[in-house]
């Protein structure tokens, strides 16, 4: 080719144009927002108010026993019906209860005794519940699979089967008894459980429906042997993906007690305290109901509050840690104003509400080894709140906290071994 045909060839090539790729062809979606000068968005929807938001995902922990699959038909049958559970509103609605851990003759048992107890004719709940027994086949709805020699997770015959019913029988509650059936990844891998969890959050926000996965917990974490725990084990990406998160636990007296222990869509709501009387259902206790909880957890606070002001005016200063020796629950139990029959898993509880509120800040502080460490400090809010005249000691150790990089404050050791399914059950900083 001379170089008089390669000047040809130049001259007559189209000119060169940069193509952006259109919307269309992006791996992800530009949302709009310029219309939110003249509109507002809707409210998030609940089925459960306040507890169980619409289109996103729910977990509950407890402990094998507790009875969280009895109070989950019962919150399919109230739903069903639209009814309230434990004196909270329902969205009306027909429900899916998918068990991968019951067959079906201990799910019509079960159903029967709610329906009894609660009242309700069983005919009612035709065409509005659907109880699924996949025990008796293959309830995985994800799986490990090997991909080019990788290990990775990916949702199953059964998980497109279960959608398509879902889609068909126009579900508003799905939910899904219990992770460690369904799941047959490995539960330490971040990339695992997260595919799993955005795999049932898709189902949530395709078909416009709430989804609660039950989820077991090891005995200590659900007895409170364990100072600080939060109600939960093994990865914390199951926790961090679900965006509402329930905690069920068996008191000593016999009580159930269900907290609120995670809501990315509003506040937290108060516990409910449940009674759970012989041949009957769990039901709420009158003598101590959610608005009852509220002014003695208030009661409470104050009083925690107060004191940790006024060991703050001492120099003295109270771990933000769970784990330590000398936690908080040790410390301010010794004192007088201190809350009778207060638990220290109650304590932390309350102290992290307060932190919340802004009653309550985490600064750092440096200890007889110049070591930084961490320490509660109570805000100006929360001396407000709590009535209390104690100032906070003036001292050159004390900072805002992240201002030093302080000693960890031993709060790992509430991510205990033993988590919600899966193969592996060891912590994930074992990766």
């Not at 005919?123 to 509005?128: I, N």
């Not at 974490?221 to 939060?230: D, I, L, P, V």
């Not at 638990?343 to 007889?368: M, W």
Request: charged fraction near 25%; charge should be neutral.
């Amino acid at each position: 080719m001379t170089a008089a045909d390669v000047k040809k060839l130049v001259e007559s090539a189209p000119p060169y144009v940069s193509e952006a790729p259109t919307d269309a062809a992006l791996p992800f979606d530009v949302v709009p927002f310029g219309d939110l000068a003249h509109l507002t968005p809707a409210s998030p929807q609940f089925v459960w108010e306040g507890l169980v938001p619409l289109e996103h995902v729910t977990i509950l922990g407890a402990h094998g026993g507790a009875g969280k699959t009895i109070v989950m038909l019962m919150l399919a049958v109230s739903t069903a019906q639209g009814q309230p559970l434990f004196g909270v509103l329902t969205r009306q609605g027909n429900v899916a209860f998918f068990s991968g851990e019951d067959g079906a003759s201990l799910l019509r048992h079960r159903l029967h005794l709610v329906c009894r107890g609660s009242g309700v004719p069983v005919h009612e709940l035709a065409g509005k519940l659907h109880i699924l027994d996949a025990a008796s086949h293959d309830p995985t709805l994800f799986a490990e699979a090997a991909n080019s020699g990788v290990r990775e997770g990916r949702t199953t015959a059964t998980y497109d089967a279960l959608r398509d019913f879902l889609k068909a029988k126009r579900i508003t509650l799905l939910i899904v008894d219990n992770a460690s059936d369904v799941f047959a990844g490995n539960e330490i891998s971040r990339a695992q459980v997260r595919g799993f969890m955005r795999a049932l959050a898709r189902l949530a926000r395709e078909l416009k429906l709430a989804v609660i996965l039950l989820a077991h917990v090891d005995k200590g974490t659900s007895r409170q042997e364990r100072t600080g725990t939060e109600g939960y084990s093994g990865s914390t990406a199951w926790h961090n993906s679900a965006r509402s998160r329930l905690f069920m636990r068996r008191e000593s007296d016999g009580s159930l007690l269900i907290e609120h222990q995670k809501h990315n869509l509003g506040p937290l709501r108060p516990p409910l305290r449940l009674v759970w009387p012989e041949g009957g259902l769990p039901q709420l206790d009158e003598a101590f109901g959610p608005v009852v909880q509220e002014i003695a957890d208030r009661g409470h606070e104050k009083a925690l509050l107060k004191l940790i002001a006024e060991y703050s005016a001492r120099g003295e200063h109270i771990t933000t840690a769970t784990t330590s020796r000398t936690h908080a629950g040790k410390v301010l139990r010794q004192e007088p104003g201190f809350p009778n029959r207060l638990k220290d898993a109650e304590v932390f509880d309350l102290l992290r509400k307060a932190e919340r509120a802004g009653f309550l800040e985490r600064v750092t502080y440096k200890g007889p080894d110049r070591k930084p460490r961490e320490c509660w400090r109570v805000t100006s809010a929360g001396l407000s709140f709590a009535g209390s005249t104690a100032a906070t000691a003036a001292t050159s150790h004390v900072a805002a906290s992240g201002a030093v990089a302080a000693e960890p404050c031993g709060d790992c050791g509430d991510f205990a071994a033993g988590g919600y399914g899966g193969k592996a059950r060891a912590l994930e900083s074992a990766q």
